[in-house]
């Protein structure tokens, strides 16, 4: 395949820019036709061509000034006009079918909606254009369908007229004051229910609010309009943010490749992330909802207002957006179980992306597929960049660099290191050091090495930083990591260094190694690492489990308790891994702290969590997954087993209450749960099973009981799946859940089962919820199943992505990516899972979302 590497370095300013553009779009199902009229200025001295990004679309026609324009040529990727005037106006017309755009890039019409996707290069797939971020156009778009089929017609901006026509069609003008790039574009016309609101900002400015949703499905939609009026709130109130057209309207379509889309004024929003009662939604589904409501709105300015210079900047806007939401949902909810939820994110999949062939900076240096920088790394990762920037310079330094980078850059696309400059210039702080996070990839592993001398009772602990090597970096620099610090002894009585190193509880760890004193000390006395993950960074503390048990009593912040029992728990695994038992010293320690917290519902939810099979996979090299499976079940049935008084002590002190979505009730169903799928693998689990799935009058309750029973008998997992698919075979959004129950399950026949699954109803290829929820739950989170011994899981995924990558590149590239991850496993895996991404490698018409990763991934083994 022949592939056109773009580079960071190379970008060169538009030699061409587009100001104002009105556009009129005639929409059919096949034969959509969009007129487009650009203001279009030459900019700088230079007699070059003007090239227009333009794909999967007929040229109708082409003008300049009014008169037709022949000087043209169709080259890759578009066309290419000589000798145009250094300002004209020029007219496109062009041609698209909607309706078997199967990609769901660009305009395409999915169960009978007409939507759009234009980030990251989706808008020339609609007309020829300059479609790139730094070019910033003011937009008046005029949208015409049939009035019976499509009542609702919406763009960008405000309406500022519309009418009807005597053929039975409609028109609505839609009008955007703000320049914005054609990423930000976007067209929805339906058939839906609609939901009304206002909201009045702090200035006193009334704004109209707007939620679309499927016919019947309106009352699923109030929680999200109530989220986005606490997200503009505290927008308000956090960072001094209003909005700032007349009407904010969000759609909810079933067909979308994202979670969501932050047009401007004009939100596209995959459904799951919209609609949600108690009967259909999981609290985790609530959370999501009101998490990503605020993220889109928050791209008002962090993305919208502000914008990216070019795709290599794409952490400035979702990275600064993702803390924003952190931040928000922290505020909504609780800081403890967000800051936990996040961090599960990083272990699991941002540790894995960096220990991988798609290794990558959060401000990346080269890509093949834009579509590839939506990473964990640019938005996770990126996040916790800006929460060191919180960190280091306070919730006020932070506000000032904010205020300051408004000020600056409002109406700009900018870079990472217009970012950095404006925090640097607002708090007068050095962040030269600190900006090396932008452009080395990697996790970095902190050392923690202690000396204790009994005759002088000092102790001196060491912290080192090291990252390894990458595919895309082989030298490594030290970064600046601000180390959250805490020395405590067995009475929980706490010490500060000798020399004042620690500050405000961190510790800057800015060159290779960092020594503290400490005098005057038992040695009983433990260091305690990265309190609240207050860097993105693993930590190689040798602590016994003894000591993770002081850590868990003592610690002031609540994160690092929890984190210690998690590193208990991991040491355990670890030593049924070796052939060693668990100590009954531990058992009894674990009845003790659920003793001690069974009060405190949050904590003790979380701390009853196992780490999942892909966390525990971080701490290890070589991975046999039978075998860590095989550990980990056996670390779970032992925990049941001793542990069942307590447990089952829990999960009886919980009330059947009506049920309500509030934090309090949060973490009470969430420590039930948790409990609950302990008690699965006792002689009590199945009957609890069935009582807890009888009663639920909530869809967290219901599926937390099935959840269970993915661990207890099969008979009755099967049972309560065909009673809760029979009940809810009307609703796709809550089958999607049934879908990755049954994806994630352990069984033996698990392909024929997924294939079976295949042929229901409810799913389809071209729906990227279902094809997650099955094929991508099974790839990311059946272990078992993925990694069978004869490579057939590896191949299955293969040849299901061969033929999803012909119609939705993106989602094939995203579902590829436990494939890539090769590196970290047994050389037994290693060999089977090569064997398929050469597979796919070699295969012709390869898209190049999949080229991209699946070639990187298979050279890497020459860097190792």
């Keep these: 395949m022949s ?70 040529s169709h080259v890759e990727g578009g066309i290419s006009l000589t000798e145009v005037p250094d300002t004209f106006e020029l007219t496109v017309e062009t041609e698209i ?95 839906f229910d609609l939901l009304e609101d206002s909201y009045t900002t702090t200035s006193g400015r009334d704004v109209k609010l707007e939620l679309y949703v499927d016919k019947g499905k309106r009352d699923k939609g109030v929680f999200a309009l109530e ?84 795709w290599f900047q794409l952490s400035l806007k979702e990275g600064l957006t993702v803390f924003r939401d952190q931040q928000f949902s922290a505020d909504m909810t609780s800081a403890l179980s967000n800051r936990i939820k996040h961090v599960r994110v990083m272990r699991e999949h941002q540790f894995a992306e960096d220990a991988s062939a798609m290794s990558h900076p959060i401000r990346p240096d080269e890509v093949i597929e834009m579509n590839n920088f939506y990473t964990v790394t640019v938005y996770d990762k990126g996040a916790e960049v800006i929460r060191m920037f919180h960190t280091l310079l306070g919730a006020d330094g932070f506000r000032k660099g904010m205020d300051e980078y408004f000020r600056r850059h409002d109406g700009q696309a900018v870079t990472c290191d217009d970012f950095v400059a404006a925090m640097q210039t607002a708090t007068e702080r050095d962040l030269s050091h600190f900006a090396k996070w932008y452009s080395q990839s990697g996790t970095p592993v902190v050392g923690v090495s202690r000396m204790y001398d009994k005759q002088k009772r000092t102790l001196h602990i060491s912290l080192s930083q090291h990252t390894p090597a990458t595919a895309n970096q082989q030298e490594k620099e030290p970064l600046y990591i601000p180390v959250a610090f805490e020395c405590i002894d067995d009475t929980g009585k706490h010490y500060p260094d000798d020399d004042g190193l620690i500050k405000d509880g961190l510790v800057i760890l800015d060159k290779p190694s960092v020594s503290l004193m400490f005098s005057d000390v038992p040695e009983s006395c433990l260091p305690v690492v990265l309190g609240n993950f207050s860097a ?13 048990l002081q850590i868990f009593r003592f610690a002031d912040d609540p994160f690092n308790r929890w984190d210690a029992m998690q590193s208990l728990y991991d040491w355990c695994i670890t030593q049924i891994e070796l052939d060693k038992s668990v100590p009954d010293s531990v058992w009894k320690a674990l009845a003790d702290v659920i003793a001690a917290e069974k009060d405190n519902h949050e904590l003790l939810g979380e701390c009853l969590s196992i780490p999942s099979f892909e966390t525990l996979c971080q701490t290890r090299v070589g991975v046999d997954v039978a075998a860590l499976a095989s550990a980990r079940q056996s670390f779970c049935a032992q925990f049941a087993s001793e542990l069942q008084s307590a447990l089952l002590t829990v999960w009886n002190g919980f009330s059947s209450v009506s049920y309500t979505y509030k934090q309090t009730d949060v973490n009470a169903r969430r420590c039930k749960n948790v409990a609950l799928g302990h008690l699965a693998r006792t002689a009590d689990g199945e009957a609890l099973i069935e009582k807890q799935f009888a009663e639920a009058d909530n869809m967290t309750d219901s599926l937390g009981a099935l959840r269970a029973a993915q661990s207890g008998s099969a008979e009755v997992f099967n049972s ?82 061969l033929e999803l990558d012909q119609h939705n590149p993106q989602v094939a590239a995203r579902i590829v990516t436990p494939l890539t991850q090769w590196q970290n496993y047994a050389d037994k895996h290693q060999q089977k899972m090569k064997a398929q991404l050469t597979r796919l490698v070699n295969h012709e018409g390869l898209s190049k979302d999949v080229f991209e990763k699946v070639s990187k991934s298979l050279a890497y083994e020459k860097s190792e």
């Design 720 to 801: 309560l799946m065909t009673a809760f698919e029979q009940k809810w075979n009307h609703d796709p959004l809550v089958l999607d859940k049934w879908f990755a129950l049954n994806a994630t399950t352990e069984r033996e026949d698990i392909l024929a089962h997924i294939t079976m699954l295949k042929s229901h109803p409810q799913f389809t290829m071209g729906n990227p919820n279902r094809v997650r929820a099955l094929i991508g739950s099974f790839a990311f989170y059946n272990p078992v199943g993925f990694h069978q011994p004869d490579g057939s899981g590896y191949q299955y995924v293969t040849d299901y992505l």
């Design 97 to 191: 079918d909607p309706q078997n755009n199967k990609a769901l890039e660009g305009l395409y019409l999915s169960n009978g909606v007409f939507c759009t996707q234009c980030e990251a290069e989706g808008f020339r797939r609609i007309t020829y254009f300059l479609d790139r971020p730094d070019v910033l156009a003011k937009y008046e778009v005029t949208v015409s369908g049939d009035k019976e089929k499509y009542p609702t017609l919406l763009a960008n901006g405000n309406p500022i007229a519309k009418g009807e026509e005597s053929d039975g069609t409609h028109w609505v003008t839609w009008q955007d004051p703000h320049p914005k790039p054609c990423y930000l574009f976007a067209l929805v016309a339906g058939d």
């Design 536 to 548: 993105p960074v693993k930590v190689d503390n040798p602590l016994s489990a003894k000591e993770l």
């Design 3 to 72: 592939v056109n590497v773009k580079r960071r370095l190379d970008y060169q300013p538009p030699l061409y820019t587009i100001t104002n553009v009105v556009m009129h779009v005639q929409l059919h199902a096949t034969a959509t036709r969009i007129k487009t009229v650009s203001t279009v200025q030459r900019v700088g001295d230079h007699n070059s061509p003007l090239f227009l990004d333009g794909e999967k679309m007929q040229l109708l026609s082409l003008a300049v000034n009014g008169e037709a324009y022949n000087l043209y």
């Design 227 to 310: 989220s986005l009026k606490r997200a503009m709130k505290w927008d308000e109130d956090t960072f001094g943010l209003e909005y700032d057209l007349d009407i904010y309207m969000i759609v909810a379509v079933d067909f979308f490749n994202m979670g969501a889309m932050e047009n401007k004024g004009l939100n596209v929003f995959n459904s799951k992330f919209v609609l949600a009662d108690q009967d259909s939604a999981t609290d985790e589904d609530f959370f999501n909802v009101e998490s990503v409501i605020a993220h889109e709105y928050f791209h008002n300015w962090t993305g919208n207002r502000v914008t990216c210079r070019d």
